[in-house]
C-alpha cells in the first residue's frame, strides 16, 4: 500500500504527467455530462416510458456509447462511425494502391488518412442519424414531429455530436494521457457496471437468487476471467534476431542482439467486432423481409445464449482472427526490414526464408490466441446460462472485457514510462554532477 500511494505521490510531483491526467479527466467529464444531454424536441420522460430498452446490435452501441443511445442524447452514436470509418479506411489501405502510398508517406500520409477518415466520419453518421432516429425514438415521445421541425436538426445535432466526441478522443490522444478513442468507449462501458452490478446484487440477495455466497463466487470468477484476458493481451512471442558487426571508425562494434515480439493476439478486439457484425445481418433481413422461413433462420442469430449461436460466433471469431492478423502483420516487410538493416534471425536464410519462417511462428501461436479468444467472447452466454443477470453477464467476456483490460494495461504503460524516464534523467543528472565533482579533487 505504501507503494502504490508513493507512486501517486510521484505522478503528482510530475507537473507535464499530472497536467495530461487532469486533462484527461477533465475531457472525459466533458463526455460524460454530454451523454446526459438529450436531443431538442425530445421527452426524456416519455422516453423512458414508451421505450423498449436496446436489444442485440442497439445493446451492443448502448453499451459502447455508455448509456447515451437508449437516452436518445446529443452523443447517442458515440464514437462508433468513427471506428466504423478507420475500419473501412484499414480494408482500403490493403486493396487500394493509392492508399497504400499514403501509408508509407510518414506524417504527411497520416494526416491524409486522418483527414479522409473524419469526411467518411460524416458520411456514415449522416447514414446512420435518420435510422436510429426512426428505430429507437417512439413518435410518442417526440414533441412536435416532422422533418423540418425534428428529423433534419436531429441528424446535424447527432453528425455534430460524433464529430465532438471524436474531436474530444483526438484531444485526449495529443494532450492527455493514453488513446483518446479508446478511452472514450471504456469509459462508456465501465459506466454500465455499477447499474450492472446493482442489478445483480438485487438478483442474489432477492428470494429466488443464491445469496452472497453465489454472489462473491461470481466476483471471484470475474476477477480469474479478467486474469486469463490480461494473459491473452499481454502474450508475445519473441523471435531473437542478431545485427550484423560494424566499423565505426577504426573499431569493430560487436552486433546488438534483440528480439520481435510476436503477439498471441494481434488482431486484439477486432475479430469480434466483425463477427458481431455478421451475426447481426440475418437479423437485419430479417425487418426487411416477410419470409417465414427466412424469419425461421433469423431466430437462431436472435438467442444470445443458445448453443448455435456462440458455436456460429465462435467459428467466425477464429476465421477472423486470422484474417486481421494477416492484414496487420506482414512478414515479407519484417524480412526486408531486417535485410536493410543487416539484421537476421540465427540459423535462417535472410530474405523469403525469414518471411517463411515468421509466418509459420505467426500462424503456430495465432491458433491458439484466436481459441482463447472465441472462449473469452462467449463466456458471457454460459454466465447466463448459470443463472447471472444479462447486465452484469456482459461483463465476464466478450468486447467489453477486452477493451477494459486492452486500453488499462496500455494507458498504465504509458503512465509508467513517464515515470521510468524522470527516474532515468534524475539518476543521469546525479551521475553527471557526481562525475564533474570527483574531476575537481571534491569527492571523498
Do not use: C
Request: aromatic letters at 10%.
Amino acid at each position: 500500500m505504501k507503494r502504490f500511494i508513493d507512486t501517486i505521490v510521484n505522478i503528482y510531483k510530475i507537473e507535464e504527467l499530472r497536467n495530461r491526467i487532469l486533462l484527461t479527466l477533465g475531457f472525459i467529464l466533458i463526455y460524460r455530462l454530454g451523454s446526459f444531454v438529450v436531443l431538442p424536441g425530445v421527452d426524456p420522460i416519455e422516453l423512458e416510458r414508451v421505450s423498449e430498452g436496446a436489444t442485440g446490435l442497439a445493446a451492443l452501441l448502448n453499451l459502447f456509447a455508455g448509456g447515451a443511445f437508449s437516452r436518445a442524447s446529443v452523443f447517442a452514436l458515440g464514437i462508433m462511425p468513427y471506428i466504423s470509418a478507420s475500419i473501412v479506411m484499414q480494408l482500403l489501405g490493403i486493396a487500394v494502391p493509392s492508399i497504400q502510398k499514403m501509408q508509407k508517406e510518414g506524417e504527411s500520409g497520416r494526416n491524409k488518412i486522418n483527414q479522409w477518415t473524419r469526411f467518411l466520419t460524416i458520411a456514415i453518421t449522416i447514414g446512420q442519424a435518420p435510422g436510429y432516429l426512426a428505430l429507437q425514438v417512439p413518435q410518442q415521445a417526440i414533441v412536435n414531429p416532422g422533418f423540418w421541425t425534428f428529423t433534419l436538426p436531429s441528424i446535424i445535432i447527432l453528425t455534430t455530436g460524433t464529430l465532438f466526441v471524436m474531436w474530444l478522443g483526438e484531444k485526449i490522444t495529443d494532450r492527455g494521457i493514453g488513446n483518446g478513442i479508446s478511452l472514450i468507449i471504456m469509459i462508456g462501458i465501465i459506466a454500465n457496471l455499477p447499474t450492472a452490478f446493482l442489478f445483480e446484487w438485487d438478483h442474489q440477495m432477492g428470494d429466488t437468487g443464491g445469496g452472497l455466497v453465489v454472489l462473491l463466487v461470481e466476483i471471484a470468477i470475474l476477477l480469474a476471467v479478467i486474469l486469463v484476458t490480461v494473459l491473452l493481451v499481454q502474450g508475445v512471442r519473441r523471435i531473437p534476431i542478431q545485427f550484423a558487426k560494424k566499423m565505426l571508425g577504426n573499431q569493430q562494434v560487436q552486433g546488438a542482439r534483440q528480439f520481435i515480439p510476436l503477439k498471441v493476439n494481434a488482431a486484439g478486439v477486432m475479430p469480434i467486432i466483425f463477427a458481431q457484425a455478421l451475426m447481426m445481418l440475418p437479423i437485419t433481413l430479417v425487418n426487411f423481409s416477410q419470409s417465414d422461413e427466412l424469419t425461421t433462420f433469423a431466430a437462431i442469430f436472435n438467442d444470445f445464449s443458445g448453443f448455435w449461436y456462440n458455436f456460429i460466433f465462435a467459428m467466425l471469431i477464429i476465421v477472423f482472427t486470422y484474417f486481421y492478423t494477416a492484414i496487420t502483420v506482414n512478414p515479407q516487410q519484417m524480412a526486408d526490414d531486417l535485410k536493410k538493416n543487416g539484421g537476421f534471425i540465427p540459423g535462417v536464410k535472410p530474405g523469403r526464408d525469414t518471411a517463411n519462417f515468421i509466418d509459420t511462428i505467426l500462424s503456430r501461436i495465432t491458433f491458439p490466441g484466436s481459441i482463447f479468444l472465441a472462449i473469452i467472447a462467449i463466456l458471457p452466454a454460459f454466465a447466463i446460462k448459470a443463472g447471472v443477470t444479462t447486465n452484469f453477464a456482459i461483463f465476464f467476456g466478450g468486447t467489453s472485457l477486452l477493451i477494459m483490460v486492452g486500453v488499462i494495461l496500455d494507458t498504465l504503460q504509458q503512465i509508467e514510462s513517464y515515470l521510468l524516464m524522470r527516474h532515468y534523467d534524475g539518476l543521469m543528472k546525479s551521475g553527471k554532477l557526481k562525475g564533474r565533482a570527483g574531476a575537481f579533487g571534491m569527492t571523498g
